[in-house]
């Protein structure tokens, strides 16, 4: 069972690129979110999905698309890629209620490690 | 909106207890996860509690009271191996989101 699967993990940008990060789970999860981590924070909600078709804005929304056609995927798009976007970031899911595990607990990519020059 | 809060660092030493707290103010509240991450690695899941009360995994612990916004994160017979981020967030049903603390990073002395 491959859980969340996040590519690549490694990506260096010039400012201004775009880039999108991949994001595949296989747990028939109805929620997926993406996250981003900068040093000696925590993790700040960047978009997030309750269902295939259905994206909303999470904290740090600007700068980044989103789109949800399939309840496996949820890729992260970055428009034109700034130095204020070096950071690591997490996909994540979880199953809504009913599931075997708690509502809610998430279950998190490796993450991607996302520097801009 | 969501305010969580923990401390950023503690220090104890291996075969000790440590409590890691989180006080949190919401507009929504479901539930309160205990994650814990490892230096380069992505969070994993501890505990859980969405009733007031203790909750007991093996070494780990967690506590909630709603009423006064508190969790806390029990650890021991801490082991070298217990040095990392702790992080704390909170679930919401309504939003379908998870808000989560800036961490608290443990070190863990021999």
């Known amino acids: 069972n491959a859980g969340v699967t996040q590519t690549p993990k490694f990506q260096v940008l010039k400012t201004g690129q775009s880039m999108t990060l991949q994001c595949a789970q296989d747990?028939?999860?109805?929620?997926m979110s993406w996250y981003r981590q900068d040093p000696g924070m925590g993790l700040r909600l960047i978009h997030y999905s309750v269902g295939a078709g259905i994206t909303d804005q999470g904290e740090v929304p600007n700068g980044y698309n989103v789109s949800r056609s399939t309840t496996e995927d949820f890729p992260l798009r970055l428009l034109s890629a700034a130095p204020s976007q070096t950071s690591v970031y997490f996909c994540?899911?979880?199953?809504?209620?009913?599931?075997?595990?708690?509502?809610?607990?998430?279950?998190f990519g490796e993450g991607s490690r996302l520097t801009v020059l | 909106g969501q305010n969580i809060d923990q401390p950023t660092e503690m220090t104890a030493t291996e075969g000790a207890i440590v409590q890691i707290n989180c006080t949190y103010q919401t507009s929504g509240f479901n539930g309160l996860f205990w994650y814990q991450q490892h230096a380069g690695e992505a969070p994993t899941f501890l505990s859980y509690n969405v009733l007031d009360g203790l909750e007991e995994k093996g070494r780990f612990s967690s506590f909630l009271s709603r009423s006064k916004g508190y969790s806390y994160l029990l650890l021991k017979e801490l082991q070298m191996k217990d040095s990392a981020s702790y992080l704390c967030a909170v679930y919401n049903t309504n939003a379908g989101k998870s808000t989560f603390g800036d961490g608290t990073t443990l070190t863990v002395k021999p």
């Open positions: 747990m028939n999860h109805e929620y």
């Open positions: 994540a899911s979880s199953g809504l209620a009913g599931g075997p595990e708690p509502t809610g607990e998430l279950f």
